[in-house]
């Protein structure tokens, strides 16, 4: 049974670079038709995808986010990791890892987010 | 970016009823919707992919539908489990995407 869990501080200074890293098991990071992604959740709030990221080092970011954030991948820890640089009050969120499984559709891409970790909460605050 | 838009944004309903959730893209999205649900303290569980096919493991009572900018969640018979928030997700774009902003289900 692949699981994935999330780990890192649990609290971030303002100005300061948010650091994650993201560990599965029972499986491999390298399968094809995956790419690994990290969603976050304010307080209270919503769901909002960060980015993405393919065994290769293949990657895609949210727009609003990208010029701050870089994801990268370990495969020969079996990792993928989020880096998110100077953090406000607003990056304050549980952060999500997850599973993109994709597939061909009659030629067109489909994709969903299939497993997903239990969430770490990161506190901006000094 | 595509902006993803539910309805309504909290619902009251009673064990045993029909519910509808409502998605609407700003653009169309062909059948690339994919439906979650999230409990309190839990990371959010994939329901439908595709606009309307039902992952596995998960109750038939649960239903998609829609095509294009207009899609539907429906539960057909609520069941105690089933208060939580209700997310959408448009896959349109490749392996980037957004959420609506999700839909609170709430016990009457």
């Not at chain 1, 200074?13 to 670079?17: G, M, V």
């Given at each position: 049974q692949l699981q994935l869990q999330e780990s890192g501080p649990g609290l971030v200074?303002?100005?300061?670079?948010l650091s994650l890293t993201c560990t599965v098991s029972g499986g491999s990071?390298?399968?094809?038709s995956y790419y690994w992604g990290w969603i976050r959740q304010p307080p209270g709030k919503g769901l909002e995808?960060?980015?993405?990221?393919?065994?290769?080092?293949?990657?895609?970011?949210?727009?609003?986010?990208?010029?701050?954030?870089t994801i990268s991948?370990?495969?020969?820890?079996?990792?993928?990791?989020?880096?998110?640089?100077?953090?406000?009050?607003?990056?304050t969120a549980v952060y999500y890892c997850a599973r993109l499984y994709y597939y061909d559709s009659s030629g067109?891409?489909?994709?969903?987010f299939d497993l997903w970790g239990r969430g770490t909460l990161v506190t901006v605050s000094s | 970016d595509i902006q993803m838009t539910q309805s309504p944004s909290s619902l009251s309903a009673s064990v045993g009823?029909?519910?509808?959730?409502?998605?609407?893209a700003s653009q169309s999205i062909s059948s690339y919707l994919n439906w979650y649900q999230q409990k309190p303290g839990k990371a959010p569980k994939l329901l439908i992919y595709a606009a309307s096919?039902?992952?596995?493991?998960?109750?038939?009572?649960?239903?998609?539908?829609?095509?294009?900018?207009?899609?539907?969640l429906t539960i057909s018979s609520l069941q105690p489990e089933d208060f939580a928030t209700y997310y959408c997700q448009q896959s349109y774009s490749t392996f980037s995407c957004t959420f609506g902003q999700g839909t609170k289900l709430e016990i009457k």
């Open positions: 200074k303002p100005s300061e670079t990071i390298s399968s094809s995808w960060i980015g993405s990221i393919y065994y290769s080092g293949s990657t895609y970011y949210n727009p609003s986010l990208k010029s701050r954030v991948v370990d495969t020969s820890k079996n990792q993928f990791s989020l880096k998110l640089s100077s953090v406000t009050a607003a990056d067109y891409l489909n994709w969903y | 009823d029909r519910v509808t959730i409502t998605c609407r096919s039902l992952q596995s493991g998960v109750p038939s009572r649960f239903s998609g539908s829609g095509s294009g900018t207009d899609f539907t």
